[in-house]
């Protein structure tokens, strides 16, 4: 069942498929990881292919990474960081967005904002796999 979601893969030192999800977007939902090391999820991750048009990203976008840290195990609570450069950019400068995620059930169903925007009622940040 292919979702109708945008996937982006990204590659630490194991393999994540990650899906980025606009909550204006009604989709099927994948199967998500079911027991989350969200200590070994912290870290910097980069993106490995690239999908063009995309409300939240120019498709001249290059180097995308995103830094996820700040994890509060308690809570499941930690800092995201997703930045890229563009090519008229100077001196390898990045632009980002800051922005807060949680895993709470201990799965991959989690949740992202930006700008303190409130949480979604619905997980919106799907791990679906790590190795």
């Avoid at 995309?54 to 499941?76: H, K, R, V």
Wanted: with cysteine; hydrophobic share 30%; proline share 5%.
């Amino acid at each position: 069942n292919q979702s109708q979601l945008t996937y982006l893969p990204m590659y630490k030192s194991f393999t994540l498929g990650l899906i980025a999800t606009a909550s204006a977007i009604t989709c099927n939902k994948p199967h998500v990881k079911e027991e989350l090391d969200a200590a070994a999820y912290m870290g910097t991750w980069y993106e490995q292919t690239h999908a063009l048009n995309q409300p939240f990203q120019s498709d001249n976008t290059t180097c995308t990474q995103a830094i996820y840290s700040d994890l509060d195990t308690e809570t499941g609570n930690f800092s995201v960081y997703n930045s890229g450069q563009l090519p008229h950019q100077r001196f390898n400068y990045r632009f980002g967005l800051h922005g807060d995620a949680k895993c709470t059930t201990g799965d991959g169903n989690c949740y992202v904002t930006f700008f303190s925007a409130p949480w979604e009622p619905e997980p919106n940040y799907l791990i679906i796999d790590t190795d």
